[in-house]
């Protein structure tokens, strides 16, 4: 694995870093140009509170926390999704560019020490998960791995319900930033309340903290709704959900070939609304995210528990 220096030094100091994936700003997660704005965007909101971003990718065969910004072309193209499954492999057999999912980025950020990260939406259970059994391995991930995870929801065409009960059975916090009920990605609120609700990023700071004393070694989701000037209204996202899901499922469509389809038919049914809510939201988790930082790496103890 390779830290960059920017990102190591900031580390060993115990300066803010704030992980971020590459499978949003690859042709997997967002089309061109929107993915380079989005990638601009993030870094910049990081940037702004002077905590230091931290993009995750495999890339040469190499596990990379931390881009150099001549690198940032190289994820903003055609690569290998990459989950935490598919690290080793990624690494074994040198694959030239892999972006990393939720899963494989907060595997990264934990070896690396990142404490947060911050993405648009987490992987989720899907519907009709009960016969296909396709849930994603970011839930398993954050069970497991001491990372904060700043989103706006689970990607928009899952079943949140469902997604929220698995996080209860396993031990992780989801905290709604400033609300009470689940975001549902490009809209504020879904019909699921969330278990508890912050104000701000020094009580998120203070849960992790308790967590680590209670040796609790999981994450915790902060789930953060989407900025109203960018909102989407949720009956008319469900029903263009429906259509696109059918319609994947008759084009027999499975697996990773499933996100970018029904995006991209959101897009349509949303007069094209869908790509800039997508930006808001990731640069204002990526914000809130090194809000986060800044309070854990304010209160040290926080990290060690006391
Ligand atoms: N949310 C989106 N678009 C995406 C993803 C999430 O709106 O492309 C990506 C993230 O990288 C997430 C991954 O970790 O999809 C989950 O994929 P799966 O459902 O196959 O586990
Ligand atoms: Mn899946």
């Given at each position: 694995?390779?830290?960059?220096?920017?990102?190591?030094?900031?580390?060993?100091e115990?300066?803010?870093?704030?992980?971020?994936e590459?499978?949003?700003?690859?042709?997997?997660?967002?089309?061109?140009p929107?993915?380079v704005?989005?990638?601009?965007?993030?870094l910049?909101?990081?940037?702004?509170?002077g905590?230091?971003?931290?993009?995750t990718a495999?890339?040469?065969?190499?596990?990379?926390v931390?881009?150099?910004?001549?690198?940032?072309?190289?994820i903003?193209?055609?690569?290998?999704?990459?989950?935490d499954?598919?690290?080793?492999?990624?690494?074994?057999q040198?694959?030239?560019?892999?972006?990393?999912?939720?899963?494989a980025?907060?595997?990264?950020c934990?070896?690396?020490?990142?404490?947060v990260?911050?993405?648009?939406?987490?992987g989720?259970?899907?519907h009709?998960?009960?016969?296909?059994?396709?849930?994603?391995?970011?839930?398993?991930?954050i069970?497991?791995?001491?990372?904060?995870?700043?989103?706006?929801?689970?990607?928009?065409?899952?079943?949140l319900?469902?997604?929220?009960?698995?996080?209860?059975?396993?031990?992780?916090?989801?905290?709604g930033?400033?609300?009470?009920?689940?975001?549902?990605?490009?809209?504020?609120?879904?019909?699921?309340?969330v278990?508890?609700?912050?104000?701000?990023?020094?009580?998120?700071?203070d849960?992790?903290?308790?967590?680590?004393?209670?040796?609790?070694?999981?994450?915790?989701?902060?789930?953060a709704?989407?900025?109203?000037e960018?909102?989407?209204d949720?009956?008319?996202?469900e029903?263009?959900?429906?259509?696109?899901?059918?319609e994947?499922?008759?084009q027999?469509?499975?697996?990773?070939?499933?996100?970018p389809?029904?995006?991209?038919?959101?897009?349509?049914?949303?007069?094209?609304?869908?790509?800039?809510?997508?930006?808001?939201?990731?640069?204002?988790?990526?914000?809130?995210g090194?809000e986060?930082?800044?309070?854990?790496?304010?209160?040290?103890?926080?990290?060690?528990?006391?």
């Amino acid at each position: 694995m390779s830290v960059t220096h920017e990102v190591g030094t900031a580390l060993a100091e115990g300066r803010p870093v704030v992980g971020l994936e590459s499978t949003i700003f690859s042709h997997l997660g967002l089309p061109s140009p929107a993915n380079v704005d989005a990638l601009d965007r993030c870094l910049a909101a990081v940037r702004a509170t002077g905590a230091v971003p931290a993009i995750t990718a495999v890339l040469d065969g190499v596990a990379r926390v931390g881009l150099e910004p001549t690198e940032h072309d190289r994820i903003l193209g055609p690569a290998h999704k990459t989950a935490d499954r598919d690290l080793p492999v990624a690494l074994a057999q040198s694959w030239e560019v892999g972006a990393t999912t939720v899963s494989a980025s907060l595997r990264l950020c934990a070896a690396a020490g990142v404490q947060v990260f911050a993405t648009g939406g987490i992987g989720g259970v899907h519907h009709g998960a009960e016969i296909s059994g396709d849930v994603s391995a970011d839930l398993p991930t954050i069970a497991k791995l001491p990372v904060v995870t700043v989103c706006a929801g689970a990607k928009s065409f899952l079943d949140l319900g469902r997604t929220i009960e698995w996080f209860e059975t396993h031990g992780v916090p989801v905290l709604g930033w400033r609300t009470e009920m689940f975001p549902a990605f490009y809209a504020p609120a879904s019909p699921f309340p969330v278990a508890h609700r912050v104000e701000t990023a020094d009580q998120v700071a203070d849960i992790v903290g308790c967590q680590r004393t209670l040796g609790q070694l999981g994450g915790v989701i902060v789930a953060a709704p989407i900025p109203a000037e960018h909102a989407l209204d949720w009956d008319e996202l469900e029903a263009a959900r429906r259509r696109a899901l059918a319609e994947a499922d008759s084009q027999g469509l499975a697996g990773p070939a499933v996100t970018p389809f029904v995006l991209g038919r959101l897009g349509d049914a949303t007069g094209g609304r869908s790509i800039p809510a997508n930006l808001a939201l990731a640069e204002n988790n990526a914000r809130i995210g090194a809000e986060i930082a800044w309070a854990l790496a304010c209160d040290p103890r926080h990290t060690r528990g006391e």
